[in-house]
């Protein structure tokens, strides 16, 4: 298999494999159209039906944007993150868990060497718009603008130095200046940021788009598997047993990724705000990852762009805020941390994780687990219960016996019909924080919801009591090798 270093290497391994990219060179709009075509073509996730999961997409001819291609959906499949990650799709959030307890370092490299800079544009120039300079999508008629879905946010603590990378929603403004949406005490930009205005000076960050597919999942690792100070493209260089190359930013003192399709380059200025949907009034932002669309910030913070770098016929590449991308990025880390942490607190029980594509990658997980003696007995429960404390985002745990497939729902479904009782075995916990786009976390959903994102988390043990394993074993089949009588047959 050949070797992933950055997207264009990860787009030629998938060419290489039938069924995972298409292409087109018929016209498409950036705006609703781009995402409505693959709405149906591949995107899955908890985009409205009709979707499904399908291949990667190149549209190599964009409506205002001559030359310019877009890709999306690169990471809209496990088996396809297998592929890039060169790993057994069911275990990659042990791939992801060894990662960060191994970190490879990123290196810097000569600005003459870095792909990213082949191009210049500086926003001093005459004509400077970033808006015609980066073909960001709208995924919606309603959107608030085009979108920067999967950009590697690059900045760094201005009183430590110590850096982070990271993936917010970004709105194009205008010429030079782009919305970002921090989420309160959920990514480590946020408190650099917050850092800087204390001080009355601007952050300097650089934005890194159309990368290695390895660096895009690192970035969602969050506290506590990453606590503040750990720069997750370590996880991602450990995954290519590699460093990330980095280059020194031309117009700010920030690095970027150094292989990237393209690279923003600004600064979030200090106590100025914009109204996220100023441009359209349409009150929505983008679609996010629960299914609907995010509402519009009143206020957002507005980096300030001082160039935009690219590589030679540069890719953009993008993702459907809903779609199985998201479930692939958030999902899988969660998965690795969510191994972690039970491990460490009672070894060999935690068999696997699911977090389900039918919660974002972030609501839900189906937790895998083997009791091996009585004394097991209620620490299924316990594990729920870690889960819980370290992600405020889940709102659901399945937990499941080792004979479950927690990567088939199906199969989850048929433990919780056939092993499951709703007044004995569902455990709700209320009145803690959960996520705040999930609309049912709501005062106006229910009075006992005492305020946006504190609400009521679940779990739903569907594991056999241990004393009665006799009596939930599945009927067993003979194990043959289909391949005897479908030579081509594919399991």
């Not at 690169?74 to 799709?89: H, I, T, W």
């Not at 989850?412 to 056939?418: K, L, P, Q």
């Not at 009521?456 to 089949?477: G, H, L, S, Y």
Request: charged share 25%.
């Amino acid at each position: 298999m050949s070797k992933v270093y950055d997207l264009r290497s990860a787009l030629e391994l998938l060419e290489s494999i039938p069924g995972q990219l298409v292409q087109t060179d018929v016209e498409v709009d950036p705006k609703g159209e781009l995402s409505g075509v693959y709405r149906h073509v591949g995107a899955g996730g908890t985009v409205e039906r009709p979707t499904k999961e399908g291949p990667a997409m190149i549209f190599n001819n964009i409506k205002g944007h001559e030359g310019a291609r877009v890709v999306t959906g690169l990471l809209a499949s496990r088996k396809r993150v297998g592929y890039l990650l060169d790993c057994d799709p069911k275990k990659l959030g042990f791939l992801l868990k060894d990662s960060v307890t191994n970190p490879v370092k990123p290196v810097v490299i000569p600005n003459e060497q870095a792909k990213c800079q082949e191009i210049v544009h500086y926003a001093t120039e005459e004509g400077f718009d970033v808006r015609k300079l980066v073909p960001a999508p709208t995924n919606t008629l309603e959107d608030a603008g085009p979108y920067i879905t999967l950009g590697m946010c690059y900045a760094s603590n201005p009183e430590t130095g110590d850096s982070d990378v990271t993936i917010h929603r970004m709105c194009l403004q205008s010429k030079d200046e782009i919305s970002i949406f921090l989420q309160p005490g959920a990514r480590h930009i946020g408190y650099f940021r917050e850092l800087a205005e204390a001080a009355g000076k601007p952050l300097p960050i650089s934005i890194s788009i159309g990368v290695d597919p390895a660096i895009e999942i690192a970035s969602c690792f969050e506290p506590p598997t990453t606590p503040l100070g750990y720069d997750e493209l370590q996880a991602a260089g450990a995954i290519r047993k590699a460093p990330v190359e980095m280059v020194q930013c031309l117009t700010i003192k920030e690095k970027a990724i150094a292989n990237a399709e393209y690279v923003i380059e600004g600064e979030i200025l200090p106590n100025v705000r914009v109204r996220e949907d100023q441009n359209t009034d349409t009150g929505k932002a983008m679609p996010e990852f629960p299914g609907y669309c995010g509402p519009a910030n009143p206020e957002l913070p507005i980096i300030k762009v001082k160039a935009v770098t690219t590589r030679r016929n540069p890719i953009m590449q993008t993702c459907i805020g809903p779609s199985e991308e998201h479930v692939s990025m958030a999902g899988i880390p969660t998965e690795a941390s969510i191994l972690s942490m039970v491990e460490k607190a009672m070894p060999g029980k935690l068999q696997n994780v699911y977090c389900a594509s039918s919660g974002g990658g972030k609501y839900i997980a189906v937790m895998q687990f083997k009791k091996s003696v009585p004394s097991d007995e209620g620490r299924q429960r316990q594990a729920a219960l870690l889960a819980f404390s370290a992600f405020a985002e889940l709102k659901h745990v399945f937990l499941v016996d080792e004979d479950v497939d927690c990567f088939d729902i199906k199969d989850v479904m048929w433990a919780m019909t056939t092993r499951f009782q709703a007044d004995i075995d569902m455990i709700p916990i209320p009145g803690v924080q959960c996520h705040p786009l999930d609309p049912s976390n709501n005062p106006k959903y229910s009075s006992h919801i005492r305020g946006t994102g504190v609400a009521c988390k679940v779990i739903f043990d569907c594991t056999v009591p241990f004393d009665q394993k006799a009596r939930f074993e599945r009927a067993k089949f003979m194990e043959v090798d289909p391949k005897h009588w479908l030579p081509d047959f594919e399991g």
